[in-house]
């Protein structure tokens, strides 16, 4: 059974006037309530497009659980997960759930090429440890958005519902989070919940559908424009770590590489970037 997780911390910027995201949402995580606006949602991030103001950043999750190695990923994350946008089958027992959003900067702008790796329980609450069920990676496209099928995870003790997420855009750290669901009973007694990573979550036939939008730090410059632009960059081959990767190099599947005197194969075909090193991106690089 999944064991505790230690609490959430985030970094929090001055308070703006304005409604904001994160005034909003931490106002509720004080009154234990789902943060509402005026059209009955969560704020998301891309309301704030084209203000010319910065977004606050996502929270991170920080958990302190014995079992893992690296106690920014709680004790059941794995390494390798596939490159999928859905998690599921036809057969897959569980209340349908699709999570879109997008991945933005401080001013507003989308990201692409961001890695976000998920995993959760299933819809009895378990993780699978030594298959891949209810885990995979995927990575924006050129406007930052992101989807993904999957169930609502099941519940266990200790906590309320909740869905995983890793995120590394190229040439950043990684940042490891959560996402959760408004109105679950055990969001006012779980200790690592934090109100300011709640999804918007609305009933549609049978399945449900979720929205978030992350926002990382990731300098960026304003535009006036109502609309979220971005400027793709083609990255500068590089050799670093005294090896044969180098950024900026397209690598196919079974593709081996020297990083820092250590050997890796490709897991998925990409094109490099500087901050995927093979020891910062598990999901793309398997060490021999």
Request: aromatic share 8%; proline share 9%.
């Amino acid at each position: 059974m999944p064991a505790s997780e230690e609490p959430l911390t985030g970094t929090d910027g001055p308070i703006d006037r304005r409604i904001s995201r994160k005034t909003v949402l931490r106002a509720a995580a004080v009154l234990g309530t789902a943060p509402l606006l005026v059209g009955g949602g969560v704020a998301l991030a891309r309301d704030r497009v084209g203000s010319g103001e910065l977004l606050d950043l996502t929270p991170e999750c920080h958990d302190g659980d014995a079992p893992t190695i690296e106690q920014t990923e709680g004790p059941y994350f794995k390494p390798n997960s596939p490159l999928r946008t859905s998690l599921i089958t036809d057969s897959t027992p569980g209340t349908r759930l699709t999570v879109s959003g997008y991945v933005f900067g401080r001013a507003c702008q989308p990201i692409g090429n961001v890695l976000m790796d998920f995993w959760q329980a299933d819809v009895n609450g378990d993780y699978d440890n030594v298959g891949f069920t209810f885990r995979g990676h995927q990575f924006t496209n050129a406007q930052g958005a992101f989807s993904l099928t999957t169930i609502v995870p099941g519940l266990y003790p200790g906590r309320t519902r909740h869905i995983h997420v890793k995120l590394q855009a190229p040439g950043r750290p990684v940042i490891t989070t959560q996402l959760y669901f408004p109105g679950e009973p055990r969001n006012s007694t779980d200790t690592i919940y934090d109100a300011r990573l709640l999804m918007n979550v609305r009933q549609v036939g049978s399945a449900k559908e979720g929205t978030y939008d992350f926002v990382l730090n990731v300098a960026q410059t304003p535009t006036s424009s109502g609309t979220p632009t971005t400027t793709p960059t083609t990255p500068t081959p590089t050799q670093t770590g005294g090896g044969t990767w180098a950024a900026g190099t397209a690598y196919k599947a079974g593709d081996r590489v020297t990083y820092a005197g250590v050997s890796y194969v490709c897991l998925q075909a990409h094109t490099a970037f500087v901050g995927w090193e093979p020891p910062n991106v598990p999901a793309l690089w398997q060490r021999l």
